[in-house]
């Protein structure tokens, strides 16, 4: 009778169950003609009758417990499906967020393509040119680390510090085009402005400007120093030297100059306009004259000391 079905862990106590129940259904059915005959006793017959229907009380109410189990069991099951399939549709969609389409994720079978599954070739949003590599080969790496930098070298932007007194001339500016020449090349180049910085830096005095650059060859590097000019000036060439160089004392600018082995001399210099760590020098330094760039507060503390002990 139970022998093809499913019965799970309830499967022995219900076949025990039936079991007595047959027993004490064939003793019951057994006894009862010889009652009736009085070969059996009044009291056979009826111990036989109460032990069959105690055992088909019993029966009946595995199968009732067998019923509600079966149904527990299998809403269990149907929400385990339904996380399951949630899980699914979510790493789908995480799949096609990375690219793969719906035919490619048919032919996704991990029981035949076993590690060249977790194999993804990425592919860049846009052309350029990777300019930073953060990977090696067989490393692994987590979603959060950027393995490569990717750059369109197309156009680039030009960064221009402009000096206070040189801002009203970039309304003189043709078409909101600003030209440019780089060293390396020696060949003119023009960007259209796209940014004038409205605020003043109050260490350089300068305002920043920003333009955009067209690249087509690539022949203008991310970083390089360019000359920037403006209409209506002329700049000569000027002597800078590092900041650190200069110091000051008595509300006088100095450097120290070298005169070779450990001899140093002060000069007093008159210094212009700062920027990216050079500062001008406008008077009182010839080009070519070796100074002192690195140590030079160390030398003018020295300085400090012999002008204390001559006034003692």
Known sequence: MFRDKPMGANRSKLLTAYADLYKS?????????????????????????????ADQATFH????????????????????LDKALSREAISRSKLYILGYTADQLKQIDPRTEGEK???????????????????????????????????????????????????PLLKKLSGNTIRFRSSE?????????????EVIDPKTRTARLMAAVPNPDGHLKPGMFVEVELP??????????????????????????????DKFLRRDVTTG????????????????????????????????KELMA???
Not at 68 to 75: D, K, R, Y
Not at 185 to 197: C, L, T
Request: hydrophobic residues 40%; aromatic residues 10%; charged residues 20%.
């Open 25 to 53: 259904r064939v003793d019951y059915e057994r006894l009862q003609p010889l009652g009736r005959k009085g070969i059996a006793s009044g009291k056979q017959v009826l111990a036989a009758k109460a032990a069959y229907e």
């Open 61 to 80: 109410a595995w199968l009732e417990q067998l019923k509600f189990t079966a149904w527990q069991t299998a809403l269990m099951r149907q929400q385990e």
């Open 117 to 167: 599954i977790a194999r993804y070739q990425v592919r860049a949003p846009f052309d350029g040119t990777i300019v930073n590599k953060n990977v090696v080969l067989l490393e692994r790496a987590d979603p959060s680390a950027q393995l490569f930098e990717l750059t369109d070298l197309s156009t680039l932007w030009l960064q221009a510090d402009i000096y206070q007194q040189h801002l």
């Open 185 to 197: 090349y020696g060949h003119e180049h023009r960007a259209r402005v796209f940014y004038r910085g």
């Open 232 to 261: 209506g000036v002329a700049i000569s060439n000027v002597l800078q030297v590092p900041v650190a160089a200069v110091q000051s004392y008595e509300n006088k600018s100095f450097v120290f100059v070298h005169l070779g082995g």
């Open 273 to 304: 306009q700062s920027s990216n760590g050079l500062i001008e020098i406008q008077s009182g330094l010839k080009p070519g004259e070796p100074i002192v760039t690195q140590g030079a507060f160390a030398l003018k503390s020295e300085m400090l």
């Open 310 to 312: 001559d006034e003692d």
